[in-house]
């Protein structure tokens, strides 16, 4: 079946830094990819998504690239502010099951000012 | 402004008592689910429907039902059969069409059981 692994956490990092957090996806047809970002105490909201292989997804300075050859989806950030301090998850949907989106464990990103 | 609802942020009750969880959604979405969180845990689904008068149990349904009698709402009720009912808990919708499910999250209900 369909799958999402991410990197574990917490990342920490000062400010300013480079962010990357790994995702990796198993899927059997052509699935879409999805990063969310979760601030403490609030629900999941979609940062970036990318639909076909090569596409990459952007948003607020954060980046990834669809590459099937790798089976990857990894967020970038090239400088990191205290206020991206939040769960980030990465996730997948095929339009099977039900339309449901298989999301990875997240990994907790801390930026120290 | 279009967007889910989830009512109340906060939740107590005691142990052996049900409670139902809000949400509503005027997206005109027509898939909709629930999803449980647990400290520094990901995403467990409970319960999703595609359509109203349906609803299909997801991966941890024992201990919880839904209702889809509108397409703009679907309340979770956590049952005391649930044993360990104390999470945050998540519901969301999609279009539920192709394979571009891009969900929509509510801001979530924190239900405490004392």
């Known amino acids: 079946g369909n799958s999402v692994t991410q990197m574990e956490g917490p990342v920490t990092l000062s400010e300013e830094a480079f962010l990357t957090i790994n995702c990796t996806y198993t899927?059997?047809?052509?699935?879409?990819l999805f990063w969310y970002v979760q601030y403490p105490g609030e629900g999941l909201q979609l940062l970036l998504k990318a639909t076909k292989a090569d596409d990459k997804g952007s948003n607020k300075g954060f980046e990834a690239t669809y590459r099937k050859e790798t089976t990857s989806f990894h967020l970038e950030k090239g400088s990191v502010q205290v206020s991206d301090s939040a769960v980030y998850f990465c996730a997948l949907s095929d339009g099977t099951g039900g339309f449901k989106t298989i999301f990875g464990a997240g990994t907790r990103l801390f930026v120290k000012a | 402004d279009g967007g889910i609802t989830q009512s109340p942020k906060y939740l107590f009750r005691k142990e052996g008592q049900n409670v139902t969880l809000s949400c509503e959604q005027n997206?005109?979405?027509?898939?909709m689910y629930w999803y449980r969180q647990d400290p520094g845990q990901g995403l467990r689904l409970i319960y999703y429907s595609q359509i109203v008068n349906d609803f299909q149990k997801g991966d941890i349904a024992e201990g919880y039902s839904v209702s889809r009698e509108k397409k703009e709402s679907f309340p979770l009720t956590v049952t005391s059969a649930q044993k360990n009912p104390t999470a945050f808990y998540l519901c969301a919708s999609s279009i539920a069409a192709g394979r571009v499910n891009e969900q929509f999250f509510g801001p979530g209900t924190r239900l405490t059981v004392l």
């Open positions: 997206l005109n979405h027509d898939a």
């Open positions: 899927a059997t047809g052509y699935p879409s």
